[in-house]
């Protein structure tokens, strides 16, 4: 089954200021687009071709003479969920059913803002900081490298990208700057809570 690259559900400019074209130009058509295209090449003809990447993901798991198929896996499925977190005048608090979620799992926004932005600033070398539901309840986990929360059993609803190639053209090697505008910013609270409502 190939995978596709999806387009950008943006303009390549709509970010700005906070994530140049430049970025954008590179972590999608570069960065993304070869992990799609190794995934594509490493599954052609094998007895996972016929299954979807997040079944790939969960298959190949902890098994490390796959390693390689699981990471380009998980890296192309974690991209294109990326890509879906953010968008143009995003970021502040959400509303609705998930603010009240996020107020009774967290105690409150300001809460959860605090676990999200430590567990993305704390992930040593490259990874993600993810929101997630897990077995009903609200939790902010980080993984490393390409590693996801399907594998492990638990529902994405939000991610951060912090590999460099994510936010070195534009913040250097600020991260926490980076951090800080992608909540106050970008992130697209409505992909956010229809991923919640989906998981219900």
Same mark, same amino acid.
């Given at each position: 089954?190939?995978?596709?690259?999806? #387009?950008? #559900?943006?303009?390549?400019?709509?970010?700005?200021?906070? *994530?140049? =074209?430049?970025?954008?130009?590179?972590? !999608?058509?570069?960065? !993304?687009? /070869?992990?799609?295209? @190794?995934?594509?090449?490493? *599954?052609? %003809?094998?007895?996972?071709?016929?299954?979807?990447?997040?079944? *790939?993901? /969960?298959?190949?798991?902890? $098994?490390?003479?796959?390693?390689?198929? &699981?990471? @380009?896996?998980?890296?192309?499925?974690?991209?294109? &969920?990326?890509? @879906?977190?953010?968008?143009?005048?995003?970021?502040?608090? #959400?509303? %609705?059913?998930?603010?009240? /979620?996020?107020?009774?799992? &967290?105690?409150?926004? $300001?809460?959860? =803002?605090?676990?999200?932005?430590?567990?993305?600033?704390? +992930?040593? %070398?490259?990874?993600?900081?993810?929101? *997630?539901?897990?077995?009903?309840?609200?939790?902010?986990?980080?993984?490393? @490298?390409?590693?996801?929360?399907?594998?492990?059993?638990?529902?994405?609803?939000?991610?951060?990208?912090?590999?460099?190639?994510?936010?070195?053209? $534009?913040? +250097?090697? /600020?991260?926490?700057?980076?951090?800080?505008?992608?909540?106050?910013?970008?992130?697209?609270?409505? &992909?956010?809570?229809? +991923?919640?409502?989906?998981?219900?």
């Amino acid at each position: 089954m190939t995978y596709e690259l999806p #387009p950008l #559900p943006f303009d390549y400019t709509a970010l700005e200021p906070h *994530v140049s =074209k430049s970025t954008l130009e590179f972590h !999608h058509d570069k960065h !993304h687009a /070869k992990y799609v295209s @190794n995934y594509n090449d490493m *599954v052609k %003809g094998t007895d996972m071709e016929s299954k979807s990447i997040e079944e *790939v993901i /969960k298959a190949t798991y902890n $098994d490390s003479s796959k390693s390689g198929l &699981f990471n @380009n896996a998980a890296q192309a499925w974690n991209h294109t &969920f990326y890509w @879906n977190c953010i968008k143009p005048s995003g970021g502040g608090k #959400p509303s %609705g059913a998930l603010a009240d /979620k996020i107020a009774a799992d &967290f105690g409150s926004f $300001d809460k959860f =803002k605090e676990e999200f932005t430590t567990a993305a600033s704390t +992930q040593f %070398g490259s990874g993600w900081a993810w929101l *997630v539901l897990d077995k009903g309840t609200l939790k902010v986990t980080k993984t490393s @490298n390409a590693e996801n929360p399907i594998a492990m059993g638990m529902t994405p609803l939000l991610t951060i990208d912090v590999w460099e190639h994510a936010y070195y053209l $534009d913040y +250097q090697n /600020k991260r926490p700057d980076y951090i800080e505008t992608f909540i106050s910013s970008l992130i697209n609270w409505d &992909f956010v809570a229809e +991923q919640m409502k989906k998981a219900a």
